[in-house]
C-alpha cells in the first residue's frame, strides 16, 4: 500500500514539475468539502470522484454562520468551504484562506468577468465563483394586478398579511436603506437611526419570515407577493409563470457564493483539482440544473436550455450591474437588535 | 404534601441509606457522565458569556459584562415571558389531552397495551420537518382543513389558521404529546385495579373520582409529564419558524439568531442561554427544597 | 366504569387521528408527481424508485438508527441505574446532581451543540459516531431518568423487603422483582429516548463529520432545494417495516409466551 502511494506520488511530482507547480506530495485522496446543503448536486461529487479517483467528504450547512462556527472550532480540517462574498472579505481579513494556484485551476477562463475581482476579494486571489443571484421582488401577477417596481410598491396597507420576506436583519435592513436612497454597505448608527420608521411602517405588514423556503408561502396561497432569493424565485416561476421577478427600483443588491480554500487545509492541490472541475461548462450546467442561481460561468451558460436563460429570476434582462454586500463588522449586532425590537413591537 | 395512596399504612416515607461503596461505584459513571458532558460544556458557555464577540463569530477573551447588560433589556425579558406563557400553553393543552390517552392505555390488557404505545410513538419516528410541513399543509387557507370545513359549510370563507400563534400550539402539542403521554401511562399503569373500580363504584361521579382519588394517585407521573413538556417546548424554535412565520421571535429563535444568523454573537447566545439555565434551576431546586420539607 | 371507558376509548381515537394527520398526509404526498412536496398533482411510484438509487439517504437511515440504538441502550442503563441509586440512597448534593442532570432537557439545542463541540475539541476527541452518541445520550437519558423516578415514587418498600427477606440477594431483587417493577417506565423511557435521537438535528449537525450524515441532517439540507417525496418515500418505507416488525414480534410472543400476566380483576 505505501510502495503504491510512493510511485503515485513519484509520478505526480513528476507531473507536476513538468507543468512547472509546486512539487508538493499529493495528500491522501481525499477532500473535505463544506458547502451550502443545495449547492452541490450528487452527480458533480460522483463525476469528480470517478474522475480524479479523489474522494469527497461533504459536510452541508445552512448559513455562513454555521459554517464558520464549525471552521473555527478547530474541530475538523476543511479544503474547501463555499463562504457568500462578505463573508469571504473578513476571513481575508482574519487571513483565514490560502491563495488559490491559478495554474491548477485553467478553467477559471470560464468565469464571467463581471464576477472577478469584487472588492471583496480585489485582486483575485483567494476565491473561485461558485453562484451568484439577486434578491428581489417576487409578484403573484394572478393575485397582484397593480404594478410592483420596487419595495414601497411592496410594503403598502392593501398587502398587509399578504406578504412574506427573508428571516435575515441584514437583508431587511438593507432593502430599507435602498427605500432611503442609501447602498446596502452604509450601515453608520445614523443611517440606522433613518430606517427605523421605514421598518415600523413595513414590517407589521409582513405575514412569513422565511430564508429557508419562502416559495412554500407563496406556492401555498398564503402570501401574494415578497422579498425573496432569485433561485427561489426562479423555483417559482420554473413552477408557473404567473410569478414574476422584478429587481427593485430603489436599488437591488447581489450575492456571489465562491469556494476557498482554508489556510489549514491538508489537501489544497485536491481542492484545486475540484475548483477546476465544477469550473468546466459541462459540470457548472449540472449545477445550474439543479438550483436556478445565476451561473457566472459565461461558457456553461451557453449549454443552458432556453428555459433556463428565459428565466428572468436567474437571469434578470438587461444584465443589471448591482452591488454587494461587504463586511460590516460589529454593526452586524446593532442591526440584528433594531429588528428584533421592531418584530417584538407586534 | 403529596399524598401516597399505593401503600396502605398512611404513606411511609422512604428510608434513604447511606452510600455504601457499592452504591459509590455503581453511581460513579453517571456522575462523570454528567461532570464531563453537562457540567464541563456549561462552563465553556459561562466562560463565553463573559467574552467579548468575535468578528467571524467565536469570542474574544476579555471579560466583559455587556452580554448580561443586553440580556437585561425588556425585549429579551418580554420574548423570555412570552415563551413561557407558550411552553405553559402547550403543558396545559398536552395534559389536557394526553391524560386520558394515557389513562386508557395503562388500564388495556397487556397486548393491547404496547400496541397502543407503539401507535402513540410511531408518528414521531418520522422526520419532524416533513411532519411539521404536512401541518402546513393541512392548515393553510387553500389546505385540507379549510376544504373540510368549507365543504361542510362551517364557514363561509377560508379561515386563516396558518401563520399564526394558535397554529405554533398545535404544532408544539404535537410535538410533545407522546411526552406527556408516556410518563403519565407508567404511574397509571401501576393503579391497583381495585382501588379504581373502588373509586368509580362509590357513588361519586366520574369528575369526582378522577379528580379526588385517580388524580392523586397518578401525580408522579404527570409532574414527569410536565417536566419533560414544558422545559423542552422553551428551546424550540423550528416549531415557531414553519408554522407561525417566524414573526413572533420566541427565545429560542433569538438564541439560534445570535451562534447561526447574522447577528454572529455567541457571548450573547450563551448570557441568554446561561439566563434561563439559571432561572429554571433556581425554580427546580426551590420547588425540590419544598418538598423535601415534607419527608 | 364501562361508561367512562366508552367515552375514553372515543377520546383515544380521536387522539390518534391527529397524531395520524399529518402521517396521512406524509405518505399521501409520498405519491405525488410534483416535485415539491406543497400542491397535489398525480399519483406515482417513482419516488420510492429514487429511494435505491438514494445511496446517501439510505446511508443516512442507517446512521440514524444505529446512532438511536445505542443511545436507547446506554439513556437506558444511565437513566435506570441514576434514578434507582437516587431514589434508594442519600448522596451528598444529590438536589445538586438532579438539578444538573436536567440542565441539557433545558438548554437550547444551539448552545448544547456549540458547547459540546469546543469541549470535543478541547479533549480532542475526533467528530463521529462517538461524540454524536454521547451528546444524544445526555439530554436523553434524563427523559428515561424522569420516567423511572416517577414509577419509583410511591413504590412501596415493603415490595424490595419482602422480596429481600424471601432470600433473594440485594441484586438478585432488584433484578428479578424491581426491574418488572419499573418496565413500564424503562420501556417508555426507551421509546422516548429513540424518538428524540433518530430525530436529533441541531447538536447532531455540530457534532457530526462528514461521514456521519444523520436522515434528519440530510432531510434539513434538502430544505432549501424542495423536500422533495423521496424522503416521504422512505419515511413511509420505514414506519411499514416497524409496523411489520411490531405485528410479527407480537405474533411470535404470543404464539411462544406463558399466559400474559393479567391483573387480578380486570
Redesign the interface.
Known sequence: MKRAHFSVAAVLAAFCASYGCTSQPEAAKEINLFAWSEYVPQGVIDGFTKETGITVNYEPYASNEEMLAKLFSGAQKYDLIQPSDYTIEALIKEQRLQLVNWDRVPNFKNIGKEFKNLPHDPKQQYSVPWMAGSVGIVVNTEKVTDPIKGYNDVFQDKYKGRIVVLDDSREIVSWSLAALGKGPNDVTAQALEQVKPILARWLPLVKVYDSDSPKTALLNGDVDLGVVWSGEAARLYAENPKFEYVLPAEGAHQFLDSLAIPIDAPNPLGAMAFMNYVTRPEVSKLISADFPYTNPNLEARKLLSPEELANPASYPPGNPKLEGFRDIGDAAVAIDKLVTDLKAKD | M?Q????FDGG?P???????VA?WL??A???A??LA??????L??LV?SFCE?G????VIYRFTWDNYAAVADP?YL??MVRSVLFSLLTTVACLV??Y??A???G?A???RR?????????????????????????L?????LNSVLLQVGMIARPFEM??TPGAVIVGLV?TF???MI??I???V??LD??LV?AA??LGAG?LRAFSKVIVP?TS??I??GI??VF??A??L?AVN?ILG?????M??N?????????????P???AL?MT??VA??AA??YS??RQ?HTT | MKRVNTMLAAWTAATMVFLYLPIAILIGFSFNTSRLNIVWQGFTFDWYAAIWRDAVLVKSLENSLYIASITTALSVVLGTAGAWLLYRYRFPGARLWQTLIFVPMLVPEVIMGVSLLIFFVVVRLELGFTSIIISHVTFCFPFVLVAVQARLAGLDPALEEAAMDLGATPSGAFRRVLVPYLMPAIVAGALMSFTLSLDELIVTYFTASAGTRTLPLEIFGRVKKGLDPTLNAISTVFIVFTAVLVVTTEFLKRRNAAPSSERPGA
Do not use: C, H
Open positions: 403529596r401516597d395512596l399505593t401503600s411511609t422512604v428510608r434513604r441509606r447511606r452510600p455504601s452504591a455503581l453511581i459513571p453517571l456522575l457522565w454528567v458532558f453537562v457540567v464541563a460544556p456549561t465553556i458557555m463565553y464577540r468578528t467571524l463569530g467565536g425585549t418580554n420574548i389531552m394526553g386520558p390517552v389513562f386508557y392505555i388500564r390488557p397487556e397486548a404496547n400496541r397502543l404505545l407503539m401507535l402513540v410513538m410511531v408518528p414521531f419516528w418520522t422526520s419532524f420537518l416533513i411532519r411539521t410541513y404536512a401541518w402546513v399543509t393541512i393553510k387557507s387553500e389546505g385540507l396558518l401563520y404535537y404529546l407522546p411526552f408516556l410518563p401511562y407508567t404511574s399503569e401501576k385495579n381495585a373500580e368509580f363504584d366520574p394517585m408522579p407521573g409532574a414527569a417536566l419533560l422545559v423542552p422553551l428551546g424554535y419558524d412565520g417566524g414573526r413572533v421571535d427565545i429560542g433569538i438564541i439560534e439568531n445570535q451562534f447561526k444568523g447574522s447577528a454572529r454573537n455567541w450573547f447566545g450563551a442561554g434561563l439555565v429554571f434551576a427546580l431546586w425540590g427544597r423535601s
